[in-house]
């Protein structure tokens, strides 16, 4: 292993701060490694550029200087990536995605790494070093295939960052087969290295998301598989989207809805289909717009109606738990357990429950959500069903409120 490159007390503050950042890949600083000029660019730090230069740098005219500037950005860059490459030569495969998913730079200096190791491995053969040569191109596929399968990860992962939740289950149905036991351990391991970021606030804030996108997401994975564990399910469901789609008028359809719904035919492998279908068009560059908005209309109206048949107890939880005070909950808690008529209008639901009855539903969600975070499948009675509906309250904050309503429901009422 080559010796650390020590900074000199000429480097500017971010400098400094990169090399704190990037001690995972061996004290390199990712700057400028050697140098003993101040830093030419004191306004972008923090990525490894091509050679180090300023975005808004004019390119200076060709000539002498300029080529051996150039010559000594690219030495430069290549005693970084040796350096980055030694530490991932040192270490286990097994180590390299958490080297990965720990460092900020790599996504920017990952191909400028790949390409040095091909060229290594080149100049070996070059010069008959055969076995030099394919050690470094088993290093070489066997890096890339990693980087390749972790960027897909991380893509993934801001793709359904980018959309709201709502949107989230339509989305698994297409991209089941990324959403592996290697995709949620990547995004622990994005969430251990949120914890390392010096600025705290931040760090919080990304632990959170990334804990909310990884328990929603595993719960409607797991509702995905069951529905799909039932064919006959799924070819009801398929006949039942036919007949949707024959339809004349978007109220005729909404009235389909309400009468699949009645007849208890609107289930979760209905939604799924409806999902598969609404992600499809709405991902295709060739479909109409008139045509997304349709199967949008028919996938969210099907959502609607199908939230509406969840069983009481989860439909007054929702509603508890999108109430900030504590003093107003304590309030709608109480009025819940008042026994009477259950009324269905238009706007408005008069719903009661037990105290037992709402305690289950509260353990059968925090169940969820604990094997969630674990990565363990779920053994529940239905749990398309309860998959579904949790996946909407798994947020950090709404789980920790959650908490306190059971705490509250077995003090006063238990």
């Given at each position: 292993?080559?010796?650390?490159?020590?900074?000199?007390?000429?480097?500017?503050?971010?400098?400094?701060?990169?090399?704190?950042?990037?001690?995972?890949?061996?004290?390199?600083?990712?700057?400028?490694?050697?140098?003993?000029?101040?830093?030419?660019?004191?306004?972008?730090?923090?990525?490894?550029?091509?050679?180090?230069?300023?975005?808004?740098?004019?390119?200076?005219?060709?000539?002498?200087?300029?080529?051996?500037?150039?010559?000594?950005?690219?030495?430069?860059?290549?005693?970084?990536?040796?350096?980055?490459?030694?530490?991932?030569?040192?270490?286990?495969?097994?180590?390299?995605?958490?080297?990965?998913?720990?460092?900020?730079?790599?996504?920017?200096?990952?191909?400028?790494?790949?390409?040095?190791?091909?060229?290594?491995?080149?100049?070996?053969?070059?010069?008959?070093?055969?076995?030099?040569?394919?050690?470094?191109?088993?290093?070489?596929?066997?890096?890339?295939?990693?980087?390749?399968?972790?960027?897909?990860?991380?893509?993934?992962?801001?793709?359904?960052?980018?959309?709201?939740?709502?949107?989230?289950?339509?989305?698994?149905?297409?991209?089941?087969?990324?959403?592996?036991?290697?995709?949620?351990?990547?995004?622990?391991?994005?969430?251990?290295?949120?914890?390392?970021?010096?600025?705290?606030?931040?760090?919080?804030?990304?632990?959170?998301?990334?804990?909310?996108?990884?328990?929603?997401?595993?719960?409607?994975?797991?509702?995905?598989?069951?529905?799909?564990?039932?064919?006959?399910?799924?070819?009801?469901?398929?006949?039942?989207?036919?007949?949707?789609?024959?339809?004349?008028?978007?109220?005729?359809?909404?009235?389909?809805?309400?009468?699949?719904?009645?007849?208890?035919?609107?289930?979760?492998?209905?939604?799924?289909?409806?999902?598969?279908?609404?992600?499809?068009?709405?991902?295709?560059?060739?479909?109409?717009?008139?045509?997304?908005?349709?199967?949008?209309?028919?996938?969210?109206?099907?959502?609607?109606?199908?939230?509406?048949?969840?069983?009481?107890?989860?439909?007054?939880?929702?509603?508890?738990?999108?109430?900030?005070?504590?003093?107003?909950?304590?309030?709608?808690?109480?009025?819940?357990?008042?026994?009477?008529?259950?009324?269905?209008?238009?706007?408005?639901?008069?719903?009661?429950?037990?105290?037992?009855?709402?305690?289950?539903?509260?353990?059968?969600?925090?169940?969820?959500?604990?094997?969630?975070?674990?990565?363990?499948?779920?053994?529940?009675?239905?749990?398309?069903?309860?998959?579904?509906?949790?996946?909407?309250?798994m947020q950090p904050e709404v789980i920790a409120r959650m908490r306190d309503l059971a705490a509250l429901i077995r003090k006063k009422y238990t």
């Open positions: 292993m080559a010796p650390a490159v020590s900074l000199s007390p000429a480097w500017c503050a971010p400098c400094n701060a990169s090399f704190r950042a990037y001690k995972a890949f061996g004290s390199v600083c990712i700057s400028h490694p050697r140098s003993r000029r101040p830093c030419p660019s004191r306004q972008k730090h923090g990525t490894l550029a091509s050679a180090h230069e300023s975005s808004s740098t004019v390119e200076p005219a060709p000539g002498p200087k300029s080529q051996s500037l150039r010559a000594e950005a690219v030495q430069s860059n290549n005693e970084v990536y040796d350096k980055v490459i030694e530490v991932f030569a040192d270490k286990k495969p097994s180590a390299w995605r958490k080297l990965i998913a720990y460092s900020k730079q790599w996504r920017g200096m990952a191909d400028g790494i790949l390409k040095r190791l091909d060229t290594r491995a080149d100049a070996a053969s070059a010069r008959d070093a055969v076995e030099e040569a394919a050690t470094l191109r088993k290093l070489s596929r066997r890096l890339r295939a990693v980087h390749e399968e972790l960027e897909q990860y991380v893509s993934l992962a801001e793709a359904f960052r980018k959309q709201p939740p709502g949107e989230w289950e339509s989305m698994v149905t297409t991209h089941r087969p990324t959403l592996t036991m290697e995709f949620f351990s990547h995004l622990e391991l994005m969430y251990m290295a949120a914890g390392a970021w010096e600025d705290a606030a931040a760090a919080k804030q990304e632990q959170e998301a990334l804990a909310t996108l990884s328990t929603n997401l595993a719960a409607l994975v797991t509702a995905h598989d069951s529905v799909l564990s039932d064919e006959s399910a799924l070819g009801a469901a398929r006949a039942s989207l036919a007949e949707l789609l024959s339809v004349g008028s978007m109220e005729e359809a909404d009235a389909k809805i309400d009468s699949l719904a009645a007849s208890g035919r609107l289930d979760p492998a209905l939604l799924l289909t409806l999902g598969r279908a609404y992600n499809g068009v709405k991902e295709s560059e060739y479909t109409r717009e008139e045509v997304k908005d349709v199967m949008a209309h028919l996938y969210f109206k099907a959502k609607e109606s199908f939230a509406a048949q969840a069983p009481v107890e989860v439909r007054i939880l929702k509603h508890l738990l999108s109430v900030d005070s504590p003093s107003d909950r304590a309030v709608l808690l109480d009025q819940a357990f008042q026994p009477g008529a259950t009324l269905v209008q238009s706007g408005v639901d008069m719903l009661s429950t037990t105290p037992g009855a709402l305690l289950n539903a509260i353990a059968n969600v925090l169940a969820l959500f604990d094997k969630a975070t674990q990565g363990v499948h779920v053994g529940d009675s239905d749990p398309s069903s309860l998959a579904s509906q949790a996946a909407a309250m």
